[in-house]
């Protein structure tokens, strides 16, 4: 069975923040940023435990060559991406924010 994947709005914010964050970099950027992330969410929908549990029920998958990972969770029929989360940041700040959400 496949998982339909779906977004929290607050992970759809922080995507299209760190797009327009690549945008006013380069154009190019954000473009490869875009298709980093659209990668990971077809290796998801594929393969939805390739990335081990994490934090709780948590999972995390990074991107390709871009200093962020995809927190997500599971359902029986779903694939919850709750944010998109940079990699050097604390883990008790990522733990914190996953509890508001």
């Not at 359902?75 to 050097?88: C, E, G, M, N, Q």
Request: net charge positive; hydrophobic share 45%; aromatic share 14%.
């Amino acid at each position: 069975m496949q998982r339909h994947i779906e977004w929290a709005t607050q992970a759809q914010n922080e995507l299209q923040q760190l797009i327009d964050h690549y945008q006013t970099l380069d154009p190019d950027l954000a473009a490869k940023f875009f298709f980093a992330v659209d990668q990971a969410m077809q290796l998801l929908a594929k393969f939805p435990k390739i990335a081990p549990r994490w934090h709780e029920h948590y999972r995390r998958l990074f991107l390709q060559r871009f200093p962020f990972f995809i927190v997500y969770c599971l359902t029986d029929d779903k694939i919850y991406v709750l944010a998109l989360f940079p990699a050097r940041d604390d883990a008790q700040k990522l733990s914190s924010m996953l509890k508001k959400r």
